[in-house]
Nanobody, 115 residues
Framework: QVQLVESGGGLVQAGGSLRLSCTTS????????MGWHRQAPGKQRELVAT???????VYAATVRGRFTISRDDAKNTVNLQMNSLKPDDTAVYYC?????????WGQGTQVTVSS
């Protein structure tokens, strides 16, 4: 059973920072890519950032230069540091992984950026 446990999120003013974390098992963390998608009200879910087991990263153009995804190998955790937040970043953020084909999702965490 694949479990993704998210933490972080909340309410912040524009220009502020937040950090999201996603923890899973060692078995999955050691081989599978992990990352974050987000979904704003009335919009489709979109990729935010991905990191492979080897540490390669991909970012959406809208967050590149402001967000940083990283791995904490000691804690089986992927972190998303979000800086210079904008109201357009307001969304539910979902951790995900793709483990031997299927995609698995966390429960989602709300990020709200006020102007």
């Amino acid at each position: 059973q694949v479990q993704l446990v998210e933490s972080g999120g909340g309410l912040v003013q524009a220009g502020g920072s937040l950090r999201l974390s996603c923890t899973t098992s060692r078995t999955i963390f050691s081989v599978a890519p992990m990352g974050w998608h987000r979904q704003a009200p009335g919009k489709q879910r979109e990729l935010v950032a991905t990191i492979t087991a080897g540490g390669s990263t991909v970012y959406a153009a809208t967050v590149r230069g402001r967000f940083t995804i990283s791995r904490d190998d000691a804690k089986n955790t992927v972190n998303l540091q979000m800086n210079s937040l904008k109201p357009d970043d307001t969304a539910v953020y979902y951790c995900y992984t793709s483990y031997y084909g299927p995609v698995y999702w966390g429960q989602g965490t709300q990020v709200t950026v006020s102007s």
